[in-house]
């Protein structure tokens, strides 16, 4: 793996998690990505947990007649590896939450930004087709672009093509890019347009590496990939396949843990400045247990008339639009904090945890605390042996 990567950091703390927790576990990691190879004749190791997206990894690992677990993007041929259990990257999920967070914020334009497919790459492709299928079942076009220059060597041409293609799109337009790198090269070449970021192109990125992110201008919003979880469940599987046990025969998907929400995408995309003025308000309130009558006050308008707008618009009433913003915020707050849930309530504007709770269920078919502990389960929390 490679150290160098968030992802592959992520992944790697949580085999280390597992192995401190066995306390008999030997682990061997080569830090430079050029020599990443073992020379496996040589190696006395017991099994290997390795990165099947290379397929130079692969051909050397299964040469060996240890256990070997695969972790990766989500796209190998199931047919060679059959004895090789595989866990995964859950990239329909990712593009979805990726997808949700646009349309929560009334988008109507959307785009995808890949890399060029390489041997390794496949899963941006995949994030790709579950955008566009998520976007196209919301009633809206998706543009897709990946380009022709793979690496920051040709990197004004890669800027050129990222330029062109910007510029064929109606703004304002929501892109999810396939990873951080890919949405830090849309973000400069918004720059060098003189694009406004996020008014004019809001962007998204996948594996929050938060130097990266923060380092981003403006700071990147980014989907938090489930690394973790993904590196605490390869150990476990490979220690039971030392033990003897069969491979499991299904792959392990891991799904992302959440969106941290940067400048990137920090916008409301609407154009009836009243309604914006309005949903503004109800965001910026929802702690006080908003009713309709105290947004009605706030823009000068008839309960009727700002319902027509609102319906015009965002396609539901404010009513609803006080019930979706408060529902967000719930899960915003159960996915990256850990307040209790009376506090989850209050901040979200519910009277009472039964009230939110009761909201939470009809809309999600799941509790709070629920959701609480399939967020634990995910990230790999000790928290998840309640289930």
């Avoid at 085999?15 to 990691?29: G, N, P």
């Avoid at 496996?40 to 997206?53: K, L, M, P, Y």
């Avoid at 293609?165 to 949405?183: F, Q, T, Y």
Wanted: proline content about 4%; glycine content about 6%; charged content about 25%.
């Amino acid at each position: 793996m490679n150290v160098n990567k968030a992802y592959d950091r992520g992944i790697i703390r949580g085999i280390v998690r597992f192995a401190r927790a066995k306390q008999s576990w030997s682990l061997y990691l080569e830090d430079d990505p050029l020599a990443k190879l073992l020379n496996f004749r040589h190696w006395q190791g017991d099994g290997v947990i390795a990165n099947f997206d290379d397929s130079q990894v692969v051909r050397a690992v299964r040469r060996r007649r240890i256990p070997v677990v695969a972790i990766g993007g989500g796209h190998v041929d199931r047919r060679s590896m059959t004895r090789i259990p595989y866990v995964r990257t859950d990239n329909q999920r990712i593009a979805d939450l990726a997808a949700q967070h646009f349309l929560d914020r009334h988008f109507r334009r959307f785009a995808y930004c890949g890399f060029p497919r390489t041997a390794v790459n496949p899963w941006s492709q995949q994030r790709a087709t579950a955008f566009g299928r998520r976007i196209n079942a919301a009633g809206f076009p998706c543009s897709s672009y990946t380009g022709r220059h793979r690496t920051a060597a040709q990197w004004q041409q890669l800027l050129n093509g990222l330029i062109d293609w910007l510029e064929s799109l109606e703004k304002p337009v929501g892109v999810m890019a396939c990873n951080d790198a890919r949405a830090r090269q849309v973000l400069e070449a918004c720059r060098q347009m003189g694009l406004n970021v996020p008014e004019d192109v809001a962007v998204i990125g996948v594996d929050n590496d938060e130097i990266m992110c923060e380092l981003a201008d403006p700071p990147l919003s980014s989907v938090i990939q489930g690394a973790d979880r993904i590196g605490d469940e390869a150990a476990a599987l490979l220690e039971s396949l030392i033990a003897g046990k069969r491979p499991p025969a299904k792959d392990r998907m891991v799904g992302p843990l959440g969106i941290v929400t940067r400048q990137s995408t920090d916008v409301l995309a609407i154009d009836d400045t009243t309604v914006l003025q309005a949903v503004r308000f109800i965001r910026e309130h929802l702690d006080r247990q908003l009713k309709v009558r105290d947004v009605v006050q706030h823009v000068a308008e008839s309960r009727a008339t700002l319902d027509k707008r609102f319906k015009r618009t965002l396609g539901r009433t404010v009513h609803d639009e006080i019930e979706h913003c408060r529902l967000e915020r719930v899960k915003h707050l159960i996915q990256t904090t850990d307040l209790p849930l009376k506090q989850v309530a209050r901040n979200a504007g519910f009277g009472s945890v039964q009230y939110m709770t009761t909201l939470v269920r009809c809309q999600l078919g799941r509790t709070p605390g629920q959701l609480r502990k399939e967020k634990a389960r995910l990230a790999g929390s000790p928290e998840s042996t309640s289930f």
